[in-house]
């Protein structure tokens, strides 16, 4: 006896039937979705990409140093809004607006007042005006003397630094040192 079917027996399921064809091993196909090894092209574009932006980044802020570590004949922009702890420094031959002329501790104990302050900048930076530029404050409307000062956290953190500087009163760009000559 066989297990071949009979030519007027009963069909065996499946019997007729030709098996389905299996995929054969070989290299992933691409579709969509499909995560393939980037290229070494690619990765060098990458790479490229990366190393510009840093560079852009460096020379935006290669100028910027700490407001407190300016000293008196440094020039700067005066950055927007009335806090900030970094400055752009810049030759006074360059576009600036700001020029530091006094650079000085507060001695008072406590964090100073609006009185007390006024009366530090009134004895300190209008005297370093009238020795820097030459002239007396009275005498120079073109000019106007601004100030930094420590924030409270700073000063907490025994920062009691007073820089003061002299700018046009609408801030607007300088190409040259104000000393007097």
Same mark, same amino acid.
């Given at each position: 006896?066989?297990?071949?079917?009979?030519?007027?027996?009963?069909?065996?399921?499946?019997?007729? %039937?030709? !098996?389905?064809?299996?995929? +054969? !091993?070989? !290299? !992933?196909?691409r579709?969509? #979705?499909?995560?393939t *090894? @980037?290229?070494? %092209?690619?990765?060098? =574009?990458?790479? #490229?990409?990366?190393?510009?932006?840093?560079?852009?980044?460096?020379?935006?802020?290669?100028?910027?140093? %700490?407001?407190?570590?300016?000293?008196? #004949?440094?020039?700067?922009?005066?950055?927007?809004?009335?806090?900030? &702890?970094? $400055?752009? *420094?810049?030759?006074? +031959?360059?576009?600036?607006?700001?020029? $530091?002329?006094?650079? #000085?501790?507060?001695?008072?104990?406590?964090?100073?007042?609006? =009185?007390?302050?006024?009366?530090?900048?009134?004895d300190?930076?209008?005297?370093?005006?009238?020795?820097?530029?030459?002239?007396? $404050?009275?005498s120079?409307?073109?000019?106007?003397?601004?100030?930094?000062? @420590?924030?409270?956290?700073g000063?907490?953190?025994?920062?009691? +630094?007073?820089?003061?500087?002299?700018?046009?009163?609408?801030? &607007?760009?300088?190409?040259?040192?104000?000393?007097? +000559?």
């Amino acid at each position: 006896m066989t297990d071949e079917p009979t030519p007027d027996g009963p069909a065996v399921p499946g019997a007729d %039937q030709q !098996p389905e064809p299996q995929a +054969t !091993p070989g !290299p !992933p196909q691409r579709g969509v #979705g499909q995560w393939t *090894k @980037p290229g070494k %092209q690619r990765n060098i =574009l990458v790479g #490229g990409v990366i190393v510009a932006f840093l560079a852009i980044v460096l020379f935006a802020v290669r100028n910027n140093v %700490q407001a407190d570590d300016l000293k008196v #004949g440094d020039c700067f922009n005066i950055p927007e809004g009335t806090s900030f &702890s970094t $400055v752009e *420094k810049l030759a006074c +031959t360059e576009s600036h607006n700001a020029e $530091v002329i006094f650079v #000085g501790e507060y001695t008072g104990t406590t964090y100073p007042i609006a =009185l007390s302050l006024d009366a530090y900048l009134n004895d300190n930076c209008v005297t370093a005006f009238e020795t820097y530029v030459g002239r007396a $404050v009275d005498s120079a409307p073109e000019l106007s003397i601004g100030y930094v000062h @420590p924030s409270r956290d700073g000063w907490d953190n025994g920062d009691k +630094t007073i820089t003061c500087y002299l700018s046009q009163p609408d801030q &607007s760009p300088m190409t040259e040192s104000l000393k007097a +000559t």
